[in-house]
């Protein structure tokens, strides 16, 4: 060939070429499909972190709605001598009992109102006030049903649990639901600490 003489190579420019979005070497496409890959699987464990956070919420819901409606439908009468002259137990003769109902009430209600939130992301601000509002009502209502099971010889407490039988038996219900929920609650904290680690 000569000086003068020049060859002309046609390359064809592709739509990802134009834009920049083409690899610039050969090697680099696999590379972008492994990184792709993982991004499709980080973004699955975020599904199935959100999806298990639902069940755990819903669970909770309904553990902690028994527990509400199990105490706040608690109460029994007993006849004495006549219909006139009679013993009854109630809820709400015990202020711990409604504490309890409505500890429970606001825990019901912060699990449904968050439930949008937990589809969207799984951080809530708010989770270890009502962890803490669950516990003290829970616990509360356990040391009530403590002494209605058992009594306090030293302050002559007598324990009524064996005259008003189906009242403790729904209390002791309900306070075993209240722990449970705790126990979701914290479940569903750890969850949530270990979601936003892996960030």
């Given at each position: 060939m000569e000086k003068s003489e020049?060859?002309?190579?046609?390359?064809?420019?592709?739509n990802k070429e134009r834009k920049g979005k083409a690899p610039l070497l050969g090697t680099a496409a696999p590379v972008v499909a492994a990184a792709?890959?993982?991004e499709h699987a980080k973004g699955g464990a975020k599904r199935g972190i959100a999806i298990f956070d639902l069940i755990l919420r819903i669970a909770a819901f309904a553990s902690a709605l028994g527990?509400?409606?199990?105490?706040?439908?608690t109460e029994e009468t007993l006849?004495?001598?006549?219909?006139?002259?009679?013993?009854?137990a109630s809820y709400d003769d015990l202020p711990t009992f409604t504490f309890f109902v409505v500890a429970m009430a606001?825990?019901?209600?912060?699990?449904?109102?968050?439930?949008?939130?937990?589809i969207v992301c799984?951080?809530?601000?708010?989770?270890?006030?009502i962890i803490a509002l669950a516990t003290g009502a829970a616990g509360s209502a356990a040391a009530i049903v403590y002494l209605a099971h058992n009594g306090n010889q030293d302050a002559n407490w007598l324990a009524i649990c064996q005259q008003f039988g189906d009242f403790c038996q729904r209390a002791s219900g309900a306070v075993v639901a209240a722990f449970i929920t705790v126990v979701i609650l914290i479940f569903m904290v750890v969850l949530s600490a270990s979601a936003l680690r892996r960030h």
């Open positions: 020049s060859t002309k190579i046609d390359v064809v420019e592709t792709a890959t993982a527990a509400a409606v199990a105490m706040g439908t006849p004495f001598f006549t219909q006139f002259f009679q013993f009854e606001i825990v019901v209600a912060y699990l449904v109102l968050s439930v949008p939130f937990s799984i951080v809530r601000p708010y989770a270890v006030v």
